[in-house]
């Protein structure tokens, strides 16, 4: 597999369209804010759990620095009007040795095509190849095509101390 900073796939999504799933670059900030721009207020507040239109640039420059090594992002790219946009990210960040948490978002339009799906399986992949051994996600609960996204996949809903949110559990070994 290639190193994760130069990650790069092309596949098809369920409508037949091509996407590439690659690693997010320093040069992609201006497109993934216009990305953020272009989802919804509740697509956000799903992804970050507050509402949500803007970033610091504190928060950009943490979304945008990406290590590879505890802090892997992935985006996913197609072609619009023959011009390549983001439809999507995401990313695991090493929260202790061996586990990751990860978090996603895609744009609206682009939503239920396949895209969240090719993020996972690629972000798993990259997880696995790292040796790390568990990945977890926090959803809340009213977004169900997230957490069927997940389910299908295999990860487990474990109990958690804040109700307000679904934590899941995935075991890569």
């Known amino acids: 597999m290639a190193e994760a900073d130069r990650y790069s796939v092309t596949e098809r999504l369920r409508n037949g369209s091509a996407i590439e799933i690659r690693a997010l670059r320093p040069d992609d900030r201006d497109d993934m804010l216009a990305a953020i721009g272009r989802t919804s207020a509740q697509s956000l507040q799903r992804r970050f759990f507050v509402p949500k239109r803007g970033f610091s640039d504190n928060e950009v420059a943490f979304f945008m620095n990406i290590d590879f090594e505890n802090h892997v992002a992935l985006v996913a790219?197609?072609?619009?009007?023959?011009?390549?946009?983001?439809?999507?990210?995401?990313?695991?960040?090493?929260?202790?040795?061996?586990?990751?948490?990860?978090?996603?978002?895609?744009?609206?339009e682009h939503q239920r095509k396949g895209i969240g799906?090719?993020?996972?399986?690629?972000?798993?992949?990259?997880?696995?190849?790292?040796?790390?051994?568990?990945?977890?996600?926090?959803?809340?609960?009213?977004?169900?095509?997230?957490?069927?996204?997940?389910?299908?996949?295999?990860?487990?809903?474990?109990?958690?101390?804040?109700?307000?949110v679904r934590h899941l559990v995935f075991r890569l070994t």
Do not use: C, W
Not at 82 to 107: D, M, N, S, T
Not at 128 to 154: C, W
């Open 77 to 108: 790219q197609l072609e619009e009007d023959g011009r390549p946009v983001i439809a999507g990210g995401g990313r695991y960040i090493v929260v202790k040795p061996g586990q990751a948490e990860l978090a996603f978002v895609v744009i609206d």
């Open 117 to 164: 799906a090719a993020l996972l399986r690629h972000l798993i992949a990259i997880a696995r190849e790292r040796r790390l051994h568990e990945l977890t996600a926090e959803v809340l609960p009213e977004n169900m095509p997230m957490l069927k996204l997940f389910s299908g996949f295999g990860f487990r809903t474990v109990p958690s101390a804040d109700a307000q």
